[in-house]
């Protein structure tokens, strides 16, 4: 009887693998005509220098819009995309979109844009991206590609490679999800890094781990060590960023602060933290 159980246990299991293998191919099948279409497009999340509380940057976020199975997050489709190699093709297409929003805007700040470790491993990355910016007319300066140590750690070396290009063309480095992941120390030393992004789980420990706090303060410590600024995601609360404040971290970023947004909605990021400011 207990070896029925567990042989039924292990069918049902194989063929729920199957179910899901099966979803992630028809995804992937459906990416591509997503391109076509023209399914994808961008939120921006503002950051903010934490001092001033201007707006410093915006992030680029990938957005899909299913027909049938509506909105669905990046957190789902990026790791299928980079499976089924596809993430290339939707990768330029975010830079490409990303610029070309940002040089049709009045903005004139930064724009920062997740990019994974299966681009950077690609060899003509570079020379697409240059494309990019010469189609666009998008100046280098204005550009932060923000890259996680799981993302370099496949292929260091291609990845270092591709890093000193990026950055030899004047675009910024941002080491992203800081602290989790891998994080090895040795990275900070060999990596061009021009930021680190601490990873939004240290910012939601604040209130109730003592340990998050110790985290945050060696991490800004860090960043001091390196000369690299240190920007906090996921500020959900006021009381978060007055720790933040008070322990030296540079920049912030959260929904407290502004949520992801169409870029046409941006103006209002700027209002709500007047009102967060007027209100304290
Ligand atoms: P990430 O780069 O670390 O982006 C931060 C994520 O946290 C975003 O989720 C953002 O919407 C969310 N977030 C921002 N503020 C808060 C907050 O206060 N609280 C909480 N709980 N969450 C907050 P999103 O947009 O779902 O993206 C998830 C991940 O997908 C990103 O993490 C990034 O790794 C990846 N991704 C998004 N767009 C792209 C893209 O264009 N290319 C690549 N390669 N990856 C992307
Ligand atoms: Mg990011
Ligand atoms: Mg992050
Ligand atoms: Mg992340």
Known sequence: RRAKTSSDNVVRYTSEMDQEERERRALAADMLRALEENEFFL???PQF???SMTVIGYEALLRWKHPEKGLISPGV???IAERHGLIQRIGDWVLEKACE???????EGRIAINVSGVQLSDPEFCERLKGTLVRTGMSPTRLELEVTETAIITDKQQALHALRQIRSLGIAIALDDFGTGYSSLDTLQSFPFDKLKLDQAFAG???????????????????????????AE???KESQLDVLLAEGCHEVQGFLLGRPAVWESRQSHAEGVAAIRSAS
Do not use: M, N, W
Not at 101 to 107: Q, R
Not at 205 to 231: M, T, Y
């Open 77 to 79: 489709f990026i790791p």
């Open 101 to 107: 929003e940002t040089v049709d805007s009045d903005f």
């Open 234 to 236: 996921g500020i959900e």
């Open 205 to 231: 420990g604040l209130e109730s781990s003592d340990q998050a706090k110790a985290i945050v303060r060696a991490v800004i410590a860090l960043g001091k060590s390196f000369e690299l600024p240190v920007l």
């Open 43 to 45: 939120h921006y999340q």
């Open 49 to 51: 220098d934490i001092r």
